[in-house]
């Protein structure tokens, strides 16, 4: 089915491309179709509630009483809090002592701090404005009865990953690698403890391999839920230097591809990695990723289409991504756009493969890992030739093109001054003159004058005879 391109948004007009590392949680929960009960949900709730005024409530009106009843609330009377329209203090509580308490202090600053690190970062609220802005994370379909949307080239991708590695096969393996990842990931606690110790095991020597980097935020990228959540920041991304990247093509596809303003960070990224230590839900690290691949697919299908009015939709993933938990799960995906049942497009997240990296399946993951990457350069270079292509073909063109209209140029401007100077008349002072004269022109001139010339000597040479007769008579 061809589509209309959609072409690249004018940035000029667009706000600066740096985008802070928090989002605005006014916009975040206000936009989302549902609101599922979180602790982050919690504490946004307690918080524009302690920003509302409080409601004006009638005055109580003075109380005429007996002595007694004076005396009585002299002593500090009866407990009023429960009765309704009694006026709660909203002043902080005060200690004995006058100050205000640290509880209510604490509570106010940490009720609005809301860190995209934190392990609540991703929850289902997060998942839930991913599926807002048509990005389905694998299970979506599953949970909702919808017809399973894979990408067309599902097949391939599952054989690619069982690819026998020559650096993997029994007879190169280390006896003590398996023991040793174990006891390993046994240690790493923490996140970053996992992309330390862990994910060499995965990587192996890929020293030079891949334009590879980690833990950056994508400052530059436009996002992919409309600016109502957190920028990815993918704990580990490939993609290709800015150096083989055509200058048109990198105006043109800015924030699209280009992840930050460093020009020394992979662009074009189609790889990307999240790990999670054993502390943490292995939920988190599948939602972000799901976001990371999203910018992934659309750079891809920005670069396929660059220089082309009409698109193909193939229905093909060209974005591959993992991620590790420190119970020792890997898992592979992949990320396709396309369009579902209802004329709908989105970006859909399919699971390729899971793997027990503790257990018997160790080897497996590890080549299936690699072979992922391997792929995923593959396609990110496939599409990467053809964008430069049609930006040297266009190039190439509109050379030819000027070079043409200055050809053109030349021969009217050659034309032109040919015609002035075989010009038939000259404007002078006395009026209009032949500009040149013709050489038949000039010679029936010679010859006129030549025969005018002799009728004159003929004539005189007989008037002179006439007077020599005339003389000789007289004598």
Do not use: C
């Given at each position: 089915?061809?589509?209309?391109?959609?072409?690249?948004?004018?940035?000029?007009?667009s706000p600066p491309a740096k985008r802070p590392r928090n989002f605005k949680p006014d916009t975040f929960y206000d936009r989302l179709s549902k609101i599922h009960l979180t602790h982050r949900a919690l504490r946004e709730f307690n918080r524009r509630n302690a920003h509302l005024q409080p409601q004006s409530l009638p005055t109580a009106q003075p109380i005429w009483s007996d002595t007694d009843l004076g005396q009585f609330a002299r002593h500090g009377g009866p407990d009023l809090s429960s009765l309704r329209g009694c006026r709660a203090s909203s002043m902080p509580?005060?200690?004995?002592?006058?100050?205000?308490?640290?509880?209510?202090?604490?509570?106010?600053?940490?009720?609005?701090?809301?860190?995209?690190?934190?392990?609540?970062?991703?929850?289902?609220?997060?998942?839930?404005?991913?599926?807002?802005?048509?990005?389905?994370?694998?299970?979506?379909?599953?949970?909702?009865?919808?017809?399973?949307?894979?990408?067309?080239?599902?097949?391939?991708?599952?054989?690619?990953?069982?690819?026998?590695?020559?650096?993997?096969?029994?007879?190169?393996?280390?006896?003590?690698?398996?023991?040793?990842?174990?006891?390993?990931?046994?240690?790493?606690?923490?996140?970053?403890?996992?992309?330390?110790?862990?994910?060499?095991?995965?990587?192996?020597?890929?020293?030079?391999?891949?334009?590879?980097?980690?833990?950056?935020?994508?400052?530059?990228?436009?996002?992919?839920?409309?600016?109502?959540?957190?920028?990815?920041?993918?704990?580990?991304?490939?993609?290709?230097?800015?150096?083989?990247?055509?200058?048109?093509?990198?105006?043109?596809?800015?924030?699209?591809?280009?992840?930050?303003?460093?020009?020394?960070?992979?662009?074009?990224?189609?790889?990307?990695?999240?790990?999670?230590?054993?502390?943490?839900?292995?939920?988190?690290?599948?939602?972000?990723?799901?976001?990371?691949?999203?910018?992934?697919?659309?750079?891809?299908?920005?670069?396929?289409?660059?220089?082309?009015?009409?698109?193909?939709?193939?229905?093909?993933?060209?974005?591959?991504?993992?991620?590790?938990?420190?119970?020792?799960?890997?898992?592979?995906?992949?990320?396709?756009?396309?369009?579902?049942?209802?004329?709908?497009?989105?970006?859909?997240?399919?699971?390729?493969?899971?793997?027990?990296?503790?257990?018997?399946?160790?080897?497996?993951?590890?080549?299936?890992?690699?072979?992922?990457?391997?792929?995923?350069?593959?396609?990110?270079?496939?599409?990467?030739?053809?964008?430069?292509?049609?930006?040297?073909?266009?190039?190439?063109?509109?050379?030819?093109?000027?070079?043409?209209?200055?050809?053109?140029?030349?021969?009217?401007?050659?034309?032109?001054?040919?015609?002035?100077?075989?010009?038939?008349?000259?404007?002078?002072?006395?009026?209009?003159?032949?500009?040149?004269?013709?050489?038949?022109?000039?010679?029936?001139?010679?010859?006129?004058?030549?025969?005018?010339?002799?009728?004159?000597?003929?004539?005189?040479?007989?008037?002179?005879?006439?007077?020599?007769?005339?003389?000789?008579?007289?004598?």
């Open positions: 089915m061809a589509l209309k391109r959609q072409q690249p948004s004018n940035h000029k007009d509580r005060r200690s004995v002592s006058g100050r205000r308490t640290a509880h209510s202090a604490t509570t106010q600053s940490s009720s609005t701090r809301l860190d995209s690190t934190s392990s609540e970062s991703a929850d289902s609220n997060f998942e839930q404005n991913l599926i807002d802005s048509h990005i389905y994370p694998h299970g979506f379909t599953f949970a909702n009865h919808l017809p399973d949307v894979e990408p067309a080239n599902i097949n391939t991708l599952k054989r690619r990953l069982e690819v026998p590695r020559a650096s993997l096969s029994p007879s190169r393996r280390n006896p003590s690698h398996f023991n040793k990842f174990r006891r390993i990931n046994a240690t790493s606690r923490s996140d970053s403890a996992v992309m330390t110790n862990v994910l060499p095991f995965l990587r192996g020597d890929d020293s030079f391999a891949f334009s590879t980097a980690q833990d950056l935020l994508f400052t530059n990228i436009d996002s992919v839920t409309d600016r109502t959540n957190y920028a990815p920041k993918p704990d580990l991304f490939d993609g290709v230097p800015q150096v083989q990247v055509d200058a048109q093509v990198r105006m043109a596809l800015d924030h699209l591809i280009i992840p930050t303003e460093d020009l020394a960070t992979p662009q074009a990224p189609n790889f990307f990695f999240e790990a999670k230590s054993i502390e943490r839900l292995p939920t988190e690290g599948e939602r972000q990723l799901a976001q990371d691949l999203a910018v992934g697919a659309r750079a891809m299908d920005a670069l396929r289409e660059y220089g082309s009015d009409t698109v193909d939709q193939d229905g093909n993933a060209y974005t591959i991504g993992a991620t590790y938990h420190g119970g020792g799960q890997l898992k592979l995906y992949s990320a396709h756009t396309t369009t579902d049942h209802t004329g709908q497009t989105g970006t859909y997240i399919t699971e390729l493969d899971s793997y027990a990296m503790t257990g018997a399946s160790h080897w497996d993951g590890i080549r299936a890992f690699r072979n992922g990457r391997d792929m995923a350069k593959e396609f990110r270079d496939e599409a990467l030739r053809m964008a430069n292509s049609r930006a040297r073909e266009a190039a190439e063109h509109e050379q030819h093109h000027t070079q043409d209209d200055n050809q053109d140029e030349s021969a009217d401007s050659a034309e032109y001054s040919t015609q002035s100077s075989t010009s038939v008349n000259t404007i002078t002072g006395e009026g209009l003159r032949p500009a040149a004269s013709s050489p038949s022109h000039k010679h029936e001139t010679r010859s006129k004058k030549s025969k005018g010339g002799k009728r004159r000597r003929s004539s005189s040479s007989s008037e002179s005879d006439e007077r020599s007769r005339r003389g000789r008579k007289d004598t």
